[in-house]
Antibody, heavy 120, light 108 residues
Framework: QLQLQESGPGLEKPSETLSLTCTVSGGSIYNVNYYWAWIRQPPGKGPEWIGSIYHTGSTYYNPSLKSRVTISVDTSKNQFSLNLSSVTATDTAVYYC????????????WGQGTMVTVSS | EIVMTQSPATVSVSPGERATLSCRASQSVSSKLAWYQQKPGQAPRLLIYGASTRATGIPARFSGSGSGTEFTLTISNLQSEDFAVYYCQQYNKWPQWTFGQGTKVEIK
């Protein structure tokens, strides 16, 4: 059973870089059936797709965040990571990692999520 | 960007009754529409994809319909575990996947 777990700091200062890691267990990050995605959800709002990566390293980013986002994959550790630079209070949200089907692009398996607050 | 608009924001339903939730896309998304359920403190769970195909393990009381710009999620015979927030998501415009703002199904 594939499982995802986010990890990283829960508090970031404005202008700094948010860094999160998603550890994949119960399966391989080489799985050709999936993209690996980051999604965030501000308090009381709907989810927002941030970006996705394939095991080959190909990346796809939300145009509204593209200038600040980097997603990478570490196949040796079965992990993928999110870096979001120059954060502000509007980046405060629960951040989820998730699998995204390669053929239909829906988000199937989600991590439990990690709350990140941006505050000085 | 394709904007997804859900209505109503909240619907009050008694257990055993039916809830009907709507999702409208700002432009056609064909049948590339998914529905998710989210309970407090939990991640969203995939219910429906392809506008009408239930995901693995989803009960038959959940049904989806629609195409183009208008979609409906119907929950029949509401059970206590169905009270939650529901989101629609389009995946027609690649790679700019977008979600709606959600409809809360609450106990009447």
């Amino acid at each position: 059973q594939l499982q995802l777990q986010e990890s990283g700091p829960g508090l970031e200062k404005p202008s700094e870089t948010l860094s999160l890691t998603c550890t994949v267990s119960g399966g391989s990050i080489y799985n050709v059936n999936y993209y690996w995605a980051w999604i965030r959800q501000p308090p009381g709002k709907g989810p927002e797709w941030i970006g996705s990566i394939y095991h080959t390293g190909s990346t796809y980013y939300n145009p509204s965040l593209k200038s600040r986002v980097t997603i990478s994959v570490d196949t040796s550790k079965n992990q993928f990571s999110l870096n979001l630079s120059s954060v502000t209070a509007t980046d405060t949200a629960v951040y989820y990692c998730a699998t995204q089907w390669y053929d239909t692009e829906v988000f199937d398996i989600w991590g439990q999520g990690t709350m990140v607050t941006v505050s000085s | 960007e394709i904007v997804m608009t859900q209505s109503p924001a909240t619907v009050s339903v008694s257990p055993g009754e039916r809830a009907t939730l709507s999702c409208r896309a700002s432009q056609s998304v064909s049948s590339k529409l998914a529905w998710y359920q989210q309970k407090p403190g939990q991640a969203p769970r995939l219910l429906i994809y392809g506008a009408s195909t239930r995901a693995t393990g989803i009960p038959a009381r959940f049904s989806g319909s629609g195409s183009g710009t208008e979609f409906t999620l119907t929950i029949s015979n509401l059970q206590s575990e169905d009270f939650a927030v529901y989101y629609c998501q389009q995946y027609n415009k690649w790679p700019q996947w977008t979600f709606g703002q959600g409809t809360k199904v609450e106990i009447k």
